[in-house]
Nanobody, 117 residues
Framework: VQLQASGGGLVQAGGSLRLSCAAS????????MAWYRQTPGKQREMVAA???????NYADSVKGRFTITRDNAKNTVYLQMNSLKPEDTAVYYC????????????WGQGTLVTVSS
């Protein structure tokens, strides 16, 4: 499965971005999906997840500011990011949630989000 994330960029603190991630699998609707982020020297962390049925959960650091949604007809998961903070600066990736030691699929290239103060 190939994962193609897009939508990153440079934004001022307080601004918004919408990330998209398309998956090359026809049975996308059957999979829970998640957004992760990583900064240099730190482990990748999950920031939001959505089940195949649309249930969502969020890391405390983004709760109330980020919204994860999915469009199964487009095999795409989205991350709406509002009230961005400099500490949200990271490379953002999508994948399935972690099952055991890792997600189900290989990581894509991610998309860089830079929030300036």
């Amino acid at each position: 499965v190939q994962l193609q994330a897009s939508g990153g960029g440079l934004v001022q603190a307080g601004g918004s971005l919408r990330l998209s991630c398309a998956a090359s699998i026809s049975t996308f609707k059957n999979y829970a999906m998640a957004w992760y982020r990583q900064t240099p020297g730190k482990q990748r962390e999950m920031v939001a997840a959505i089940s195949s049925g649309g249930l969502t959960n969020y890391a405390d650091s983004v709760k109330g500011r980020f919204t994860i949604t999915r469009d199964n007809a487009k095999n795409t998961v989205y991350l709406q990011m509002n009230s961005l903070k400099p500490e949200d600066t990271a490379v953002y990736y999508c994948n399935t949630p972690m099952y055991g030691s890792g997600p189900l699929w290989s990581w894509g290239q991610g998309t860089l989000v830079t929030v300036s103060s």
